[in-house]
């Protein structure tokens, strides 16, 4: 089931090193790409149909086309690589296995849209990986691939790496410019959208660190042979990181499409001798999660994602089996989106708090039966009504525990109530 | 662009001034959007979500109304039962944390979470957790308490000393439900603007050291009026109450909005000469040293000028418009020498590029339209030939001149407060301030403001017209005196005093043109 498209050199000793990995195609596309014309470029990322990589699968060459034509302001790339979301743990392998392809997939955005200032927005729990990107960025200018001339051709592109400061919120894409600036991470309300006043008001195209790694492959090899993998509208290969409580955990690159529980048992090796599955989330902490029932028929692309009422998220997936207590898990992860609330806005800083009390006391035998109500109606008071969508990647997550494992809940104030002394 | 566009609020068609966001758009018709963030001087934030309204047919269909322009054909709901809900939500949130302790808290009667409580929300508490916990009455400096349970997040605070005063001495620390607004470690406010952070503030989060527990709001009378400070002549409204048993007393000034005058915001020393029209006023008339009741004071001084040889009267540079004209008046018809001779009341180099003036006289532009001398000279020579001189609270000692060694000079002061020159007056005629009486100003910009009396106090002082007129003088009144300047000065040709707008009158640049700062 396993491909090797992104993950090509990453089991070649030293590929984060410029010789090893020229050696093994490296910068391959660069004489090609500068023959192109810009905008042929963006037609082929369109072609392709890659989809941003981050989490939201939005088409990443058409996001491309919404910047605006004739200003006269410069053009920024940010790469998103605050990788920060529960059980995610793929760009990492990116940064440290293979960065040169970023910085090819970089050169080859940068060409497209015309900018010649890149950041790479690292999180900030990421030194070893920054060290290791930022040495390889080091080679790239030595070598020529990077600076004022691109391999000789008149076209300047510097790259500059920023570390973060350890926020979550900061992977948002608005709260990660306003961190480039130097500002706290807190969401912009949009409009304006970054395409039109992103990076110091000017015009910015975000990509997370696996699209613009796509780049190379599908320059190289052209859109069909990208879309050679995948489904129709879910094109290509991706990184997913299984984790959880499987026999065989970590990053696998897979084509879209595969079905859910398939690649659980054969790529993953399965639950563990004796357990049952229980659920999966499918693609990082705030995607709703799936029965294993539901998971029977779920295949690993966007639109069967979205039929389950679930997302395809960021390719992290958590296998949980029939010894995960789902109560706790709920407080886990609501614990997580209280704590990287910016606090800018009224119902996720007040909310998300109020939230994770609730569920305390509900874990700790002081639960009434409405609470659970209760729950279900902040996630709908909170959810869309804030700046951004991080209290909604925790609302939408909590309400599908509160209503597939209800009876869990339940027998956790059951169990308080028992407790309780007859009036 | 047009100056109105349409747009259609709940369904109804609204005509409203284009340009605006849709609270201030809206607002401009009497439909209120509630919002606790947004301010106009500060601009939009859209951080509390308490003005999320619906567009139909738009995309996204919920916006913040402070982030959207007011926009030709806009369809704005706002009674649908979505929004309604959506209000009460926030509400909601905003209290779920909030102490709630309204009976000792100095906000209550004018706070935003109890007005928006009871006209939206209205929903019993359903928090059964512990509340969040953080930091109270806390020093920041410049005489601002804070009380970060009351805060509500808004940042009003954080953007004026980031946008108006450009100190950025606070900042929100934080994230998520610990969000906190502080100063930095030892760096207190300290900007000359701070207390207007107790005015921003929507809750009782920001406190003024000076006023706290001394009144509740809603025993406050709210006059208007204009600070006489300096010569910006900044909107306020001077709060006052009369106890029982007591005088009536002002509490504190606020900063009244006037976009040709101070905008939204008045200065910290500005906002604290209030306590001059509580303390240190003169209440004693004299006459001849000794203390006697006002008409015989009044009298004792008629007889005084009638007997004098040369007579010299000096005018206060923060006097009325219509004290000036009166007092020029009976200096032409007593044949006495008129001098506004006040060097000490500019404090060269204090005032800012924003609303603080060097000059602290409210009302020195009307000198030069009036044609009052103000030079040393022609004083000093009056002064080394007269034998009395009349001080229409003029404080000569700012200026450097030694009241208490004029020589043979006798000394008389008609004002309000207590200083060095009145102390050295043989005779003394308080008056009503400018708090207890009503006038015109002009400030540095060349600005014609009125005011009226805010205070009536227990035994209410004489106004200087009216001792003026007992002194003499031909005007009884301010409409005897802008009948005179009507016909008699030039600038004020054209003033029709009925019809002086409320945020005051720009009088043409060339009429104040050689007004001395």
């Known amino acids: 089931m396993e491909v090797k498209i992104l993950s090509a050199r990453f089991d070649i000793a030293d590929a984060n090193k410029l010789e090893v990995a020229k050696k093994h195609g490296a910068y391959g596309t660069l004489e090609k790409l500068f023959t192109m014309e810009p905008a042929e470029v963006t037609e082929v990322v369109k072609a392709s149909g ?3 990589r981050g989490g939201a699968g939005f088409p990443t060459g058409l996001k491309w086309t919404f910047l605006p034509k004739g200003l006269d302001k410069p053009v920024y790339l940010a790469v998103n690589s605050d990788e920060s979301e529960p059980a995610t743990f793929k760009d990492r392998y990116i940064l440290v296995r293979d960065p040169h392809m970023l910085i090819e997939g970089i050169i080859i955005c940068c060409y497209a849209i015309n900018s010649h200032d890149a950041y790479i927005y690292i999180r900030g729990e990421y030194i070893y990986q920054a060290k290791i990107l930022q040495a390889a960025i080091d080679e790239a200018y030595a ?25 979550y919120i900061c992977g948002e894409e608005t709260a990660l410019l306003e961190s480039i600036e130097g500002k706290k991470g807190q969401p912009r309300s949009k409009p304006p959208f970054p395409a039109v006043e992103g990076l110091y008001g000017c015009p910015t195209i975000i990509n997370n660190v696996q699209s613009i790694a796509s780049l190379p492959f599908i320059l190289e090899k052209g859109a069909d042979a990208y879309k050679a993998y995948g489904t129709e509208k879910s094109s290509g290969t991706h990184l997913f990181g299984i984790s959880g409580l499987v026999k065989k955990p970590g990053m696998y690159e897979l084509p879209l499409g595969l079905p859910l529980v398939e690649v659980v048992d054969k790529v993953a090796g399965g639950v563990r001798d004796g357990r049952t599955l229980k659920g999966i989330i499918p693609g990082g902490s705030s995607t709703p999660v799936l029965t294993a029932e539901e998971a029977q028929s779920v295949t690993l692309d966007y639109e069967s994602m979205a039929a389950h009422k679930t997302m395809f998220g960021s390719g992290g997936i958590v296998v949980l089996d029939d010894t995960v207590d789902m109560v706790k898990l709920a407080e886990n992860l609501v614990h997580f989106y209280y ?10 800083r007040e909310g998300l708090g109020w939230m994770l009390k609730i569920l305390g006391a509900i874990i700790a035998g002081k639960g009434k039966a409405k609470d659970i109500d209760l729950l279900l109606e902040l996630c709908d008071n909170i959810e869309m009504k804030t700046v951004c969508v991080l209290s909604a990647a925790c609302t939408m997550a909590l309400r599908s525990y509160l209503n597939k494992f209800r009876s869990e809940f339940e027998a956790y104030i059951a169990n308080t109530a028992s407790a309780q002394p007859v009036m | 662009m047009a100056d109105t566009i349409k747009l259609s609020v709940n369904g109804v068609e609204v005509e409203v001034p284009a340009g605006k966001n849709l609270i201030d758009a809206v607002a401009a018709v009497g439909i209120e959007i509630p919002h606790i963030c947004y301010h106009p001087a500060l601009g939009a934030d859209g951080n509390c979500r308490m003005c999320l309204v619906e567009i139909e047919d738009g995309r996204p269909p919920l916006v913040a109304a402070c982030k959207t322009k007011a926009a030709e054909g806009m369809k704005v709901r706002l009674d649908s039962e979505k929004i309604k809900k959506i209000q009460r939500d926030i509400m909601e949130f905003e209290l779920i944390n909030h102490p709630i302790d309204c009976p000792i808290c100095d906000q209550a009667g004018e706070c935003i979470l109890q007005d928006y409580y009871v006209k939206y929300d209205h929903a019993p508490s359903r928090m059964r957790v512990p509340q969040v916990t953080k930091g109270k009455k806390m020093d920041f400096g410049s005489g601002v308490v804070h009380d970060q349970e009351r805060c509500v997040l808004c940042a009003r605070c954080v953007r004026f000393t980031r946008l108006i005063t450009k100190t950025g001495e606070l900042g929100i620390v934080n994230r998520t439900d610990q969000a906190r607004v502080n100063i930095f470690p030892g760096r207190p406010l300290n900007n000359r603007y701070a207390l207007n952070v107790v005015d921003l503030c929507p809750v009782g989060a920001m406190t003024s050291k000076d006023f706290r527990f001394r009144q509740r709001a809603w025993f406050l009378t709210k006059s208007k009026g204009i600070c006489h400070g300096c010569s910006k002549g900044c909107n306020i409204y001077i709060d006052h109450n009369r106890e029982k048993y007591k005088d009536d ?23 604290m000469t209030y306590k001059l029209e509580n303390e240190k006023r003169l209440r004693v008339p004299l006459a001849a040293g000794q203390q006697v009741d006002l008409e015989s004071a009044v009298n004792a001084l008629k007889r ?6 040369k007579l010299v009267f000096l005018v206060s540079p923060s006097c009325s418009l219509e004290q000036m004209r009166a007092i020029q008046q009976l200096a032409t018809h007593k044949a006495a020498v008129l001098s506004g001779y006040s060097e000490g009341y500019i404090q060269k180099g204090d005032g800012d590029d924003y609303l603080i003036q060097d000059d602290k006289s409210a009302n020195r532009a009307a000198f030069a339209l009036l044609g009052i001398d103000e030079s040393k000279d022609t004083l000093t020579a009056a002064l080394n030939e007269a034998d009395l001189l009349i001080s229409f609270g003029n404080d000569l000692s700012l200026s450097g001149m030694d009241c208490t060694a004029l020589g043979k000079t006798e000394l008389a002061f008609v004002g309000s407060y207590a200083n060095n020159c009145a102390d050295a007056a043989s005779y003394l005629l308080p008056v009503a301030s400018y708090s207890e009486d009503n006038g015109s100003i002009i400030n540095i910009d060349g600005v014609l403001q009125r005011y009226g009396a805010a205070v009536v106090k227990n035994e209410p002082l ?8 007992q002194l003499g003088g031909a005007f009884g009144d301010v409409q005897a005196v802008w009948s005179d300047l009507n ?31």
């Open chain 2, 304 to 309: 005084r000028m009638d007997q004098a040889d």
């Open chain 2, 249 to 271: 007393i002002i509490y504190r000034y606020r900063p009244r909005h006037n976009d040709l005058v101070n905008g939204y915001f008045i200065c910290d020393s500005g906002r």
């Open chain 2, 487 to 517: 016909s008699a000065v030039e600038a004020f040709n054209k003033v029709d005093l009925q019809n002086i707008p409320a945020e005051g009158l720009a009088l043409t640049v060339s009429e104040v043109d050689n007004v001395t700062a």
């Open chain 2, 462 to 469: 004489p106004s200087m017209l009216q001792i003026l007129a």
């Open chain 1, 50 to 52: 890659l989809r941003g």
């Open chain 1, 339 to 348: 704590h990287e609330s910016c606090g800018q806005c009224t119902p996720c």
């Open chain 1, 143 to 167: 070598a020529g691939y990077l600076g004022d001339k691109v391999l000789g051709h008149d076209f300047r592109i510097d790259v500059t790496v920023h570390r973060g400061a350890g926020a």
